[in-house]
C-alpha cells in the first residue's frame, strides 16, 4: 500500500501514536504509512475522531504531552522527525514544514500587526535587515492576493475579514519557502464563498511554488475540487489511498463509498404538494443593533436584519439560507422572541409574536419551538437526557412522572435508546446530542419548529442520518419547520422553499428546485458556484439518473 | 466521581485535606481532653511548654492551659469560618447572579454597590462595624462575612455573564421558563464550581480577619480564640514568645489547610485548566 516514489518529501512509515490510558481507543493511530510527493496536494479525509489532525500534529511533534509516539518513522529530508532532537524540530518547523490552522483568529497573536507576525519568521530564521524583511512581507502578501497589501501588513488581525486573515496564515506559512505545507482544515470556518477563493488561491500557490501540501479536511466536495491524492481515515487507520480520480469515481472500501455517497446532492428532491394555508407569516421584520455611544453620541447602529417577509405553508419547510452575518440566525431568534425584533408583524395560530408581551410568548411558547446549532453548548450538562426532553411539558405543569414518562416515547420516536435518558449529556455523541435537542423541541407538540443550523456541527454520515430523520418526523408530526443553513447542500435536501439572505435582506425566494435549479440574483448564483466539488456532484448526481 | 479520584491524584490537596482533619478532630476532641472551661486558671502563669507535663504546651501570662485553648480554639476559628463564608457566598452569589442576568441598569445598580464596599479596605470596615455593633462572637462572625461577599459577587456575576447567552440556556426560555428557574436551575449549577473554589479563599481571610480583630483585642473575650491568645501573648512577645507563635502556627497550618484544599478543588473541578 504504501509505494514510495522517489520524490518523495515527506514519508511516513507504520507510524503509531499512543493515547494515555482511559482514551476511548489505545492508540491515535496505528500502522499509518503514507508519502507526498513534491509536487501533489495529498487530502487527508475523515470524520471527527479520525487521527487526521493527530497525524499532522505528530509530524510537527506538537503532540500534547501524555500522546506520545510509540513506533515507525517520520522521514523529511533524510532524516526521522519521530526521534529528531528538540533543536532539530525547531528548525525544521516554519523552515521545513509550515502550518495552517482551522481558525485563524486564534491561530494570529491579537495585539501585533500582520506584517509584524509574518515579519517575525524571517527574524527568527534568518539574518535579514529591517528593510529587507520589509519588501519579502509585502511581497508575500502580493503573492497570497490580499487586497492591497500595504495596508494589510499594518492592520491588526481583527481589522481584517476571515477571508484575508487565513491569507495572511497562508503567506505566513509560506514566508521561508517550505518544501511542505500542511493545512488542517484551513477552510472550514469560513463561508463558502470565501472558502472558494482560499482553495483556488492554495491550488495556485502550489503549482506556482512547487511545494507540496498535505491537506487535512473532512469534506468530500473540498477533496474533489484540490486533491491530486487521497487518504481515507477512520478510528487512526488508513482505509483506502490512492489517486483522487480513483477515490472519488471508484471507491474501494465500504467506509469510503458511505462517505462519498454522504455527500449530500446539489438538486432539490421533487417538490411536494404545498399546502394553500400558511401557518406562519413574518412580515416586514427588522431588528438593528445598536452599540456603544452614551447619550446617543457615538452609537454605532448595525442594521441586522432589514424589513424581511416571509411565509411558510403549513407542514412545509421553509430554509433560510446565507453566510455569516447575513441576519440569518437573528432572524430565526426573532422568530421564537429571543430577541425581541423592532418592527414587522409575525403571524402564528392567530397571535402577533412580534409584539406579544415576555409573559404571553412564555404561555404560548409551546406552539414554536427550536433546535440549535451546538449540540455540545445547547444541552444543560448537569441535567440528565429525560430530564432536559421532560423540561419543557413541566414547566407548562405536566406532572414530573408523566413527562418523565413521556419522554421515554420522544427517545424512542428520535431513534435514540429510551433508556439512555439516564445518561448525561456528555455520554452521548454529537448526532445522538442533536436527537436528544429534537426531543426536548418536540416535547411541547410544536405546530412550528425552528431549527438554527441543526446539522453544521456534526459529520456529514451523522448529518445525513439526521436530516432523514428530521425529515421523517416532519411528514409524521405534520411539522412544519423554518431551517437556517449556510450550507446549499443541507438545504437543497430537505426544503420545499428557500430563501437566500444577504447583509439582512432576503436577495431570492421560491421553491427549492427553482431557487437552486435557475438562480436569478447575483449573489445565490456565486453562493452555488462556490459550492466545493460542485462538478463532482454533479457529475455525480447525472450518473445516478 | 471523575472529580474526587482527580483530588486524591494530588499530594499537595491530599496533605491540606489531612492537616483540616487535623483541625476539625481537634475542634471535635476538646471537651474530651479538656472537660474545663479553657479560660480558667489552671497553674502558675508563662509556664514554657514541654516543661511541665500537665501543661503539654505551657501557660499563658494569666495561667490558662494553652493546649486547652487552642483545641477551643479551633472550633471558633472553624465556626467563624464556616459561617463568615456561608453568609459571604449566599450574599455574593445573589447580588452577582441577578447582576449577571440582567445586566442593564439592575446590574449597574449591585455593581456600584458592590465597588462602594470593595473601595473600602475590608478591614476598615470590619473594625467600624465591630465598633458599632459591639464584639460577641454572633456580630464578629456576621460582621466578617458582611465584609467579604464582593469577590464571590464579582466571579458570580461574571460566570452568569458567559453563561446566560449559552445554547442551553436560550433552550430553556424557548421552553417557557420563568426567569427564576433559569437562574437557579440551569444557569446557578453550572456557575458554582469555581465560585465553590473561591469560598477557600474567603474562608482563610475569614480566619485571618478574626484572628487579627483579637489581636487589637476587638474580638470576643469571653471565647477561647487562637487570636485572643496572640492579643495577650503580645505583653510577652519578647521572652515567652511561644504564647503568641504557638496559636500563630495553628492559624498558620489551617489557612494553609483551607488553601490546599480549595487548589486542590480547583483541579479537580477545572481538570483542564491542570493540564498547563
Known sequence: MSETPDNAVLSIEHLGVRLPAGADRPHALSDVSLSIASDEILCVVGESGSGKSMMANAIMRLLPNDVTIDGGRVMFEGRDLASASVAEMRRVRGAGIAMIFQEPMTALNPLRTIGDQIGEMFSIHTELSKAEIGAKVLALLADVRIPDPKVAAKAYPHELSGGQRQRAMIAMALALDPK????????????????????????????????????????????????????????????????????????????????????????????????????????????????????????????????????????ATLGIVGESGSGKSTLARCIVRLIDPDAGAILLEGNDWAKMTRENVRRETRHIQMVFQDPFASLNPRRKAAELVAQGPIVHGTPRAKAIADAKELFALVGLDPSAGDRFPHEFSGGQRQRIGLARALALKPAVLVADEPVSALDVSVQAQVLKLLAELRQRLGLSIVFITHDLRVAAQICDLVAVMKDGAVVEQGLAGDVFGNPQHPYTQALLASIPGGDFTRKRDAALL | MDAVKRYFRSPAAVAGLVLLLIVIAMAISAGFFYPRDPLALAGRPLIWPFSNPRFLLGTDNSGRDIAAQILYGARISLLIGGVATAIAILIGIFVGAFAGYYGGWVDTVLMRVTEAFQTLPNFVLLLVLVAVFGSTLTTVTIAVGVVSWPAPARLTRAEFLSLRNREFVQAGRTLGMRDIQLILGEILPNALPPVIVYASVVMAVAILLESALAFLRLSDPNVASWGNLIGLGRDVLRVQWYVSAIPGIAILMTVLAVSLVGQGLNDALNPRLKSR
Not at chain 1, 500557490?205 to 466536495?221: E, M, P, S, V, Y
Open chain 1, 180 to 315: 511542505l505545507l500542511i493545512a488542517d482544515e484551513p477552510t472550514t470556518a469560513l463561508d463558502v464563498t470565501t472558502q472558494a477563493q482560499i482553495l483556488k488561491l492554495i491550488r495556485d500557490l502550489q503549482q506556482r511554488r512547487k511545494a507540496a501540501i498535505l491537506f487535512i479536511t473532512h469534506d468530500f466536495g473540498v477533496v474533489a475540487e484540490i486533491a491530486d491524492r487521497v487518504v481515507v481515515m477512520q478510528h487512526g487507520a488508513i482505509v483506502e489511498q490512492g489517486a483522487a480520480n480513483t477515490v472519488l469515481n471508484d471507491p474501494r472500501h465500504a467506509y469510503t463509498k458511505q462517505l462519498i455517497a454522504a455527500v449530500p446532492p446539489l438538486k432539490a428532491p421533487p417538490p411536494r404538494a404545498l399546502s394553500a394555508e400558511n401557518i406562519l407569516t413574518i412580515s416586514g421584520v427588522s431588528k438593528t443593533y445598536r452599540t456603544g455611544g452614551f447619550l446617543g453620541r457615538g452609537a454605532r447602529v448595525t442594521p441586522t436584519v432589514r424589513d424581511v417577509s416571509l411565509v411558510l405553508p403549513r407542514g
